[in-house]
């Protein structure tokens, strides 16, 4: 009894007033949250790495799009992202903004710009994907000939706010340029209405429902009515300037 008495003193004082088989089980605890932190640490970098992974054998149109914006944005592949948002659009519609605008980007690199705008109206008319008209008309030279496309995209999916006015299109929204106080109220009036038409077609459906990534877009609701407000106290003042104007004019005759 002596001598085991001894043995177990010699056993705590060498592991510091723990037994050998507590402090084994320590060091075995520690080693499996070491093996958890390393399994938490991996699964994130895992989460981060999956990100930019191309899909090897995309069958969605998300698929595609997805390749085609990670050759874009990740890998700064041109002939990748062309090639892979030109197959999105052979094998489906998608009728997602950014996918169309992404389509514009990467087609800059392949043809010109009179190529590819008139590319982007063929595959929008032949596809009916209001979407692409709608991004197609955004790039258009002249007014009028983005108002036409608008039109077509708005007989394709009538629940599409930016065809009915294109709040990201500042062409549309230009005030001046030599014009006169009575026409540069006439375009603010028609941007007022432009934007009010916006928020109630936004109204029936999610804005967000036409993109795949969201959350690389602006808040186009608060964007909209942000403008409106601008625009209603810009109208404002072009009718006081017409009214003084129009006041001038008539002392000037009597």
């Known amino acids: 009894m002596l001598f085991a008495s001894a ?20 060091q075995l605890g520690l080693i499996q949250e070491d093996v958890s932190a390393i399994r938490e ?17 995309p069958r969605s149109a998300a698929d595609y799009f997805r390749n085609a914006w990670i050759y874009s944005f990740v890998r700064r592949d041109a002939d990748g992202a ?6 999105l659009y052979r094998r489906h519609t998608p009728n997602k903004l950014d996918a169309a605008e992404l389509y514009f980007n990467a087609g800059r690199n392949a043809l010109t710009r009179d190529q590819l705008l008139a590319e982007m109206v063929r595959v929008g008319r032949e596809k009916r994907d209001a979407s692409m008209l709608v991004i197609a008309g955004r790039n ?25 006015w294109d709040v990201a299109r500042v062409q549309l929204m230009q005030i ?13 009036r028609a941007t007022i209405e432009g934007h009010e038409r916006w928020l109630e077609v936004a109204g029936r459906k999610p804005v967000a429902s036409y993109f ?3 959350q690389h877009q602006a808040d186009f609701e608060t964007l909209t009515r942000g403008q409106l407000d601008s625009f ?23």
Do not use: C, H, K
């Open 41 to 57: 640490d991996t699964g994130a970098i895992r989460d981060v790495t999956s990100s930019a992974e191309l899909v090897r054998n």
């Open 82 to 87: 062309w090639n892979s948002i030109q197959e």
């Open 140 to 164: 258009q030279e002249s007014n009028e000939a983005a108002f036409a496309l608008y039109e077509e995209a708005r007989a394709i999916d009538p629940d599409l706010p930016f065809a009915y």
């Open 176 to 188: 001046g340029g030599g014009a006169s106080a009575r026409e540069n109220l006439a375009t603010v």
């Open 232 to 254: 209603r106290r810009n109208g404002e003042t072009w009718e006081r300037i017409v009214q003084q104007q129009d006041e001038m004019e008539a002392r000037r005759r009597r």
């Open 212 to 214: 795949y990534l969201p």
């Open 7 to 26: 043995g177990v003193v010699l056993l705590l004082l060498a592991g510091q007033g723990t037994t050998a088989t507590e402090r084994i089980g320590a």
